[in-house]
């Protein structure tokens, strides 16, 4: 692990022109062109489809299980991001997961507020239970606002009655959208991605009339009961890190069998940058373990 | 994971005469008797020594790496416990490790309050070093009230000038003496082995008329870092829960290198009941694998 790898992410980071509390139509534009840097590996195919009336991408390694699927949420804040241009950390995870992967095109602020991506990512779920896959089967996945959006997603399905998923990956998850964390603040100079102003311009789209401390805004306050197993990535170097480690500490008082692991020196959904970060490389082959021992079918 | 493994080990810890805050005298000799429980397995070697001027239980299994050692600190809430009671559970760590282990009998309280503990921590990591075994070849690891020794003793040892070992696996630290934890009374119910009343007891014992919250006494305090990778685990159903998860918090803000697994449903320090519990065994293999990932000469 080289501190001058990580030295060249964070210029790379600082550099860059996103700016996740800008103009959204501006923004969306900068966020694709930047995700659309990650490189789509030689041996994954893409297919666009629907699931439960959800636009998806279909993302299938050469070698991964077809009978275990994990269901993708990418990041961007509730306001950016789409499904295509999550396909490369998406199908770094898969690969290493042994499994084909579903990423979805939920709904986005400001033109479509809580709850409209909850309500897509459980639809498209419930269609891939209509489909035939056994819940125990599928995995949860995400980043970022993706990754809060997962966890939701989880609380969504146990008030639905609808079977978990035998287990979830949350990295770098956006939990609290009142943005209490200490590390809002506290890590702000060590960010070099994300920053208090904009997280707080895309709660109030994505939050809108809402309670921002509402349990499927903000799962850190949900009654975390029944679900499955978590495995929750984070850096020390994001604002978002007490998030994580918020989430954690409910996972565990709720009885959930949880697992985190905090890397140091590196930055929000650092696991994108696997290819130049030894460090991104190492959490997603632990990611990868995790959902190999832990969707139906694995070997022990 | 079977909830009858569980609801088996809940009851025998029910039933279990110890009396964590009872008089140290007559808790000392349950004590023994209950870890004299716990087999020492038929390929391990145990010898009494002395390694920096503190007494020591050498403990070896066939084929381990006699490069790589383990400084081991038994529990006992800094009152109760010997090395040579903790001979079965460091010995299960140290062969899934793949390394040598020295178990300490460090001074314990009410006879030698804070910091004595601390003092032969250091002591013999120093003799360690002193005996030619470098730093990176070294692995902290306790349970109970040894693990929350060994997070105190880890920021000795950076106050001290010394080099950090190579990792740290602390099972079900107790890192807060002021006991101000939400678990302190929410997990209380749930917890079969650890009372409030009795955590409270011995904290007054160890901090004799020191400050309960000074960082040596109850690291969750203390500036971590600089400290090396940390595996710190925890069962949902013990009062110390907080404890863990708040250690981890501390960690990760202090950019260290921090994985924290919690297993529901099961209680205080269980990976000592490997042999009964899957949860036991799924936890100390977790641990051998970190340990042998982390300390140096180990395969990438």
Redesign the interface.
């Given at each position: 692990m080289s501190q001058q790898q990580r030295d060249a992410l964070d210029q790379l980071l600082r550099d860059a022109p996103l700016d996740l509390g800008g103009d959204v139509a501006e923004q969306r534009v900068i966020f694709e062109e930047m995700m659309a840097a990650i490189p789509v590996p030689a041996d994954v195919t893409t297919s666009s489809g629907s699931l439960g009336g959800i636009s998806v991408v279909n993302v299938e390694a050469v070698g991964a299980d077809h009978a275990k699927v994990i269901v993708y949420l990418h990041g961007g804040a509730y306001a950016i991001g789409t499904a295509a241009s999550s396909v490369g950390l998406a199908s770094d995870l898969a690969r290493r997961a042994g499994a084909r992967l579903v990423t979805i095109d939920y709904r986005l602020a400001p033109e479509h507020p809580h709850p409209a991506a909850i309500d897509d990512a459980v639809a498209a779920y419930r269609g891939l239970l209509d489909s035939g896959v056994a819940a125990s089967a599928i995995a949860i996945a995400g980043e970022s606002a993706g990754a809060g959006l997962a966890a939701a997603t989880l609380v969504s399905l146990k008030h639905a009655g609808l079977p978990q998923p035998g287990a979830a990956v949350l990295m770098s998850p956006w939990a609290d959208l009142t943005l209490s964390g200490?590390?809002i603040s506290?890590?702000a100079a060590v960010d070099p991605a994300l920053t208090p102003e904009g997280l707080a311009r895309r709660a109030l789209d994505y939050v809108a009339d809402g309670d921002p401390a509402g349990e499927l805004v903000s799962p850190i306050f949900a009654d975390l009961t029944g679900l499955p197993p978590l495995l929750i990535q984070?850096g020390?170097?994001e604002i978002l890190?007490?998030d994580?480690?918020?989430l954690?500490?409910r996972?565990?008082?709720s009885?959930?069998?949880?697992?985190?692991?905090?890397?140091?020196?590196v930055p929000h959904v650092f696991q994108g940058f696997a290819a130049m970060l030894d460090e991104g490389d190492a959490a997603l082959t632990s990611a990868g373990e995790f959902l190999r021992s832990h969707l139906a079918g694995a070997p022990p």
């Open positions: 200490e590390s506290g890590r984070a020390s170097h890190l007490d994580a480690t918020r954690a500490a996972a565990a008082v009885d959930v069998a949880v697992s985190l692991e905090v890397t140091p020196g």
